[in-house]
Nanobody, 122 residues
Framework: QVQAVESGGGLVQAGGSLRLSCAASGSIFSINAMGWYRQAPGEQRELVARITSGGSTTYADSVKGRFTISRDNAKNTVYLQMNSLKPEDTAVYYC????????????????WGKGTLVTVSS
């Protein structure tokens, strides 16, 4: 059973920083893309940042220049360094594991973490 467990959320003042981590566990052969999404109250879940197995990154326009995504393939862990936080960054942040294969022969499937709350006060 594959699981994604996020950590690092919390309360921070505007202009501050937080670092989120998401560790994937279980019988994992490979993980394609790993990403962070967020959902604010009353809003739809949106992509924040994504990183492929080769290290290519994608960011939402709203976080470019402030957030940095990285991954440690040996640890099956993805990180999100968030700097210059704004109140509008307040949301539950979810980790997404894209196309996780448990053997070399299966196609794989996506997994989501349960989320970690980030609150930015003004």
């Amino acid at each position: 059973q594959v699981q994604a467990v996020e950590s690092g959320g919390g309360l921070v003042q505007a202009g501050g920083s937080l670092r989120l981590s998401c560790a994937a566990s279980g019988s994992i052969f490979s993980i394609n893309a790993m990403g962070w999404y967020r959902q604010a109250p009353g809003e739809q879940r949106e992509l924040v940042a994504r990183i492929t197995s080769g290290g290519s990154t994608t960011y939402a326009d709203s976080v470019k220049g402030r957030f940095t995504i990285s991954r440690d393939n040996a640890k099956n862990t993805v990180y999100l360094q968030m700097n210059s936080l704004k109140p509008e960054d307040t949301a539950v942040y979810y980790c997404n594991l894209g196309r996780v294969r448990t053997t070399p022969w299966n196609y794989g499937m996506d997994y989501w973490g349960k989320g970690t709350l980030v609150t930015v006060s003004s």
